[in-house]
């Protein structure tokens, strides 16, 4: 390995200028910005939104650096025509523009795909939305719920006696932006063979649908639909569910075959392997009832990591169910960095989204939250080429913000 190696990240050359809110969007240029893309946020003169949004650590938004952590901030107000003049130099020397306005809204703005591509062909557009660029619903509003309610997803998550849930997280926003980075990766490398660039449409109602894709294609099969378990019937498998320990819960995932003889092992039971209601998964689901009140006993004698670490010494898949303390002390947290501390300019240091993807020869980057217009004058200097006299005006004339 040269030093050179060592220092270059992945994406190190490619820009992104990215006009992204919330989630969907945002996450996707944090993950540019991670591979080593420089990303610039392009934010209105007080900041964008998310700045505000809880919760806090001494004054700084947890929810605005896991999204914006490593990114330049330019704070330009786009409602004025020289804001928009800086926009455009800036999309004639970029890479990926990235947007997640509702359909139509970028183009009433002057920056459609349209006009992009005649700035800049071998520009890539990412569009994130609700619903799509086009489609029956393109023109409603929506957040990463509707993802879930509309795929089917939460139709299928709780018990039968109860509402349909949601999960506690945007799921749907983050799968989206993985769909939204994968493309544009995608895009960039055939714009190596084409030389051409191209519009990308992600969303996070197809995003829903893909979630829940086996149940839906079975039912277009079979007519038959997939529903809730009951409370007394839990996932119907015994050795797939949560066991209630002395100090908490562990989960349990070994639902097939070869997972049910390690779990014989484990328990020191050799006779069920021979036992005739337990040969295989259906038999099992059917006498349920015995092996859950087994289950539930041996669980309930023990802690969740002498539990867990009794189980996993037989290869049984199963883990403890962490609160958010618990979760935030796991060695496996720190020791790969999957949250990594950086200093911060409003509290001090606080921990950002790190490492989440390994690299054998080239590094994540890893970077500090910016302060609004943080990197305005310079991005104005030396990527757009404006001289210091002209950026003065734009700041006195309230085109820019200089942080």
Not at 6 to 22: A, E, Q, S, T, V
Not at 128 to 141: C, H, I, M, T
Not at 188 to 202: M, T
Not at 256 to 267: E, G, K, S, T
Request: hydrophobic share 40%.
């Amino acid at each position: 390995m040269t030093n050179e190696d060592h220092l270059n990240p992945p994406l190190k050359g490619i820009r992104m200028l990215d006009l992204g809110r919330y989630q969907a969007g945002p996450r996707c240029g944090l993950m540019f910005s991670r591979m080593g893309a420089e990303v610039i946020k392009v934010e209105a003169l007080n900041g964008d939104e998310s700045r505000a949004r809880g919760p806090t650590v001494r004054g700084q938004s947890a929810y605005w650096v896991q999204y914006n952590s490593g990114k330049k901030s330019l704070a330009v107000n786009l409602r004025t025509d020289k804001g928009k003049d800086i926009l455009t130099r800036l999309v004639k020397v970029s890479d990926v523009f990235l947007q997640n306005f509702r359909p139509g809204t970028i183009d009433v703005m002057g920056f459609g795909y349209d006009v992009l591509r005649e700035l800049n062909p071998k520009i890539i557009m990412i569009n994130v939305s609700a619903y799509g660029q086009y489609g029956p619903y393109k023109d409603r509003v929506g957040f990463d719920p509707i993802g879930q309610a509309m795929g089917g997803m939460m139709s299928l998550t709780g018990f039968a006696d109860g509402p349909p849930i949601k999960t506690s997280f945007p799921l749907i926003d983050r799968i989206t932006a993985l769909h939204a980075t994968i493309g544009a990766l995608a895009a960039l490398r055939e714009r190596d063979i084409s030389g051409r660039g191209q519009a990308i449409d992600v969303c996070l109602a197809d995003t829903g649908f893909t979630v829940n894709e086996i149940p839906v294609s079975a039912y277009l099969g079979t007519g038959i639909a997939a529903k809730r378990a009951s409370r007394d019937s839990g996932l119907g498998n015994p050795l797939g569910g949560m066991y209630e320990t002395t100090d908490g819960w562990v989960i349990l995932a070994a639902g097939n075959d070869a997972m049910w003889i390690r779990m014989c092992q484990a328990l020191n039971k050799p006779e069920w392997l021979k036992d005739s209601r337990f040969s295989t998964r259906d038999a099992r689901s059917e006498n349920r009832s015995f092996l859950e009140q087994e289950l539930v006993a041996w669980f309930g004698n023990r802690d969740m990591k002498e539990a867990v670490d009794y189980l996993s010494s037989f290869s049984v898949p199963c883990a403890p169910v962490n609160n958010v303390e618990q979760a935030a002390q796991e060695p496996h947290l720190h020791e790969r960095e999957i949250l990594v501390e950086v200093p911060d300019p409003v509290a001090g240091k606080i921990h950002v989204a790190g490492k989440m993807i390994k690299f054998s020869r080239t590094p994540m980057v890893v970077g500090s939250a910016p302060t609004v217009g943080q990197h305005t004058e310079e991005i104005l200097r030396d990527i757009a080429s404006y001289s210091q006299d002209q950026i003065s005006a734009f700041q006195d004339e309230g085109v820019v913000g200089v942080g």
